[in-house]
């Protein structure tokens, strides 16, 4: 399977936003559920938010609140949202299709104290 394409990482000041994107070029995940996972430095990779193919999102308590998961099918696109960053939000961050799916590279955020 074509992994899917993250894009929108940076280096933002505490409190700062970003948007991600993820995009599949294979146009194969339509009606799946998509998940942003992040992996920090030294830990395990975690799940930080899914939504599934009809748009209903599902958090990680320790981003509830501050990040928002959306897709636009039409541009086969699923966005994550980051507001009011902290510096544990840094991490690669990278999306897949659950279950399943393909890692691709992911992309960094970094998040200055």
């Known amino acids: 399977q074509v992994p899917l394409v993250e894009s929108g990482g940076g280096w933002v000041q505490t409190g700062g936003s970003l948007r991600l994107s993820c995009v599949d070029p294979g146009r194969t995940t339509r009606y799946s559920v998509i998940g942003w996972y992040r992996q920090r430095p030294g830990d395990t990779r975690e799940s930080v938010a899914m939504?599934?193919?009809?748009?209903?999102?599902n958090y990680a308590d320790s981003v509830k609140g501050r990040f928002t998961i959306s897709r636009d099918s039409d541009k086969n696109t699923v966005y994550l949202q980051m507001n009011n960053l902290k510096p544990e939000d840094t991490a690669v961050y990278y999306c897949?299709?659950?279950?399943?799916?393909?890692w691709g590279q992911g992309t960094q955020v970094t998040v200055s104290s």
């Open positions: 897949k299709q659950y279950p399943g799916g393909t």
């Open positions: 939504i599934t193919a009809a748009g209903s999102p």
